[in-house]
C-alpha cells in the first residue's frame, strides 16, 4: 500500500475552483489526510468546484468512496460542480457497480475536466 498524499491548488483559469491531487491509495489508512479536504469543503463558498486528479490514485476502496460521495453532496448542496481526471478503469468500475457514476464526470485530462466545469 502507498500512503496517500493530497495536494489542494487553486484553479487559476477558473474563479472559484480547485484541484486536488490524489496519489497513493485512498483507503482508511487515510483519514489524516483526507481531513484537510473534508475541511475544505465545508468551508468552501458557494459555486466551488473541484477537479479530483485520480491520474496517481493507485486504489480506493469503500472508504473513498464514501467519501466522494459526501463531498459531492455537500459541494452540490452549495450550487458547485466536481469533475475527475483520470480515473482509472477500477475506479469506474466501481461506480458503475454502485450506481453512482453519474455523479461524477471524468475527464482525460485537467484541460477538459476545466472547461467541463
Same mark, same amino acid.
Given at each position: 500500500?502507498?500512503?496517500?498524499?493530497?495536494? #489542494? &491548488?487553486?484553479?487559476?483559469?477558473?474563479?472559484?475552483? !480547485?484541484?486536488?491531487?490524489? @496519489?497513493? @491509495?485512498?483507503?482508511?489508512?487515510?483519514?489524516?489526510?483526507?481531513?484537510?479536504?473534508?475541511?475544505?469543503? /465545508?468551508? =468552501?463558498? &458557494? +459555486?466551488? /468546484?473541484?477537479?479530483? @486528479?485520480? #491520474?496517481?490514485? !493507485?486504489?480506493?476502496?469503500?472508504?473513498? #468512496?464514501?467519501?466522494?460521495?459526501?463531498? !459531492?453532496?455537500?459541494?452540490?448542496?452549495?450550487?458547485? +460542480?466536481?469533475?475527475?481526471?483520470? =480515473?482509472?478503469? @477500477?475506479?469506474?468500475?466501481?461506480? =458503475?457497480?454502485?450506481?453512482?457514476?453519474?455523479?461524477?464526470? /471524468?475527464?482525460?485530462?485537467?484541460?477538459?475536466?476545466?472547461?467541463?466545469?
Amino acid at each position: 500500500m502507498k500512503k496517500l498524499i493530497i495536494t #489542494i &491548488e487553486e484553479i487559476s483559469e477558473k474563479p472559484n475552483s !480547485h484541484s486536488i491531487t490524489f @496519489d497513493g @491509495d485512498f483507503d482508511g489508512s487515510a483519514k489524516e489526510n483526507v481531513a484537510g479536504i473534508e475541511s475544505f469543503v /465545508n468551508s =468552501a463558498s &458557494e +459555486k466551488t /468546484n473541484l477537479v479530483f @486528479d485520480f #491520474i496517481k490514485l !493507485h486504489y480506493m476502496n469503500s472508504y473513498g #468512496i464514501g467519501q466522494l460521495v459526501n463531498w !459531492h453532496n455537500v459541494i452540490n448542496q452549495k450550487g458547485g +460542480k466536481i469533475a475527475i481526471v483520470g =480515473a482509472n478503469k @477500477d475506479v469506474e468500475d466501481i461506480f =458503475a457497480i454502485l450506481g453512482i457514476s453519474g455523479l461524477f464526470k /471524468n475527464y482525460p485530462d485537467m484541460v477538459s475536466a476545466i472547461a467541463g466545469l
